[in-house]
T-cell receptor
Framework: GDSVTQMEGPVTLSEEAFLTINCTYTATGYPSLFWYVQYPGEGLQLLLKATKADDKGSNKGFEATYRKETTSFHLEKGSVQVSDSAVYFCALSDRRDSSYKLIFGSGTRLLVRP | DTGVSQDPRHKITKRGQNVTFRCDPISEHNRLYWYRQTLGQGPEFLTYFQNEAQLEKSRLLSDRFSAERPKGSFSTLEIQRTEQGDSAMYLC?????????????FGPGTRLTVL
């Protein structure tokens, strides 16, 4: 079945450092890909998405490119802030599945130090 | 704020008791999803509705779980005879299916603790 694999955390960075969180997926169809962020004690917030190969999703300085050839959707940010500390989830939704349910990775915790 | 809302935010109950959670989706959204998230894991799909019809249920949704969405508006998730293994965050999401694109927006979740 479809699945998402994320790099294990925690990822600890100093403020203004470059961030990469790796995400790869397995899907037999043509999934849409998402990054969600979860702050402590809260639900998930949509960060960005991409619906087809070579699409780049971007929001709040974060970006990720849908790479079909490597089945990847890595999250990047050029300069992280303390306020970016959170758990980041990569997810896919298979458009062949009429439910469009999301399949999530296990999450990557990011800690940004001042 | 017209986002997804959930009530209660926290629920502590004793094993064997019944609990009910409520989700109010974004008003124009026709789809509503329930997910369960355990500590340190990503959310897992439980069930979803399109309007008032419940169209799919995960194998995670045992017979003790039931969900409804009367009139295609708010939804409730009930757990009967709770067990300690039911302790988790229960997340609701809603979406407006348009063509082949479906973006889900999540509520703040209900954290259930079963003692």
């Amino acid at each position: 079945g479809d699945s998402v694999t994320q790099m294990e955390g925690p990822v600890t960075l100093s403020e203004e450092a470059f961030l990469t969180i790796n995400c790869t997926y397995t899907a037999t169809g043509y999934p849409s890909l998402f990054w969600y962020v979860q702050y402590p004690g809260e639900g998930l917030q949509l960060l960005l998405k991409a619906t087809k190969a070579d699409d780049k999703g971007s929001n709040k300085g974060f970006e990720a490119t849908y790479r079909k050839e490597t089945t990847s959707f890595h999250l990047e940010k050029g300069s992280v802030q303390v306020s970016d500390s959170a758990v980041y989830f990569c997810a896919l939704s298979d458009r062949r599945d009429s439910s469009y349910k999301l399949i999530f990775g296990s999450g990557t915790r990011l800690l940004v130090r001042p | 704020d017209t986002g997804v809302s959930q009530d209660p935010r926290h629920k502590i109950t004793k094993r064997g008791q019944n609990v009910t959670f409520r989700c109010d989706p974004i008003s124009e959204h026709n789809r509503l999803y329930w997910y369960r998230q355990t500590l340190g894991q990503g959310p897992e799909f439980l069930t979803y509705f399109q309007n008032e019809a419940q169209l799919e249920k995960s194998r995670l949704l045992s017979d003790r779980f039931s969900a409804e969405r009367p009139k295609g508006s708010f939804s409730t998730l009930e757990i009967q005879r709770t067990e300690q293994g039911d302790s988790a965050m229960y997340l609701c999401a809603s979406s407006l299916l348009a063509g082949s694109t479906d973006t889900q927006y999540f509520g703040p979740g209900t954290r259930l603790t079963v003692l």
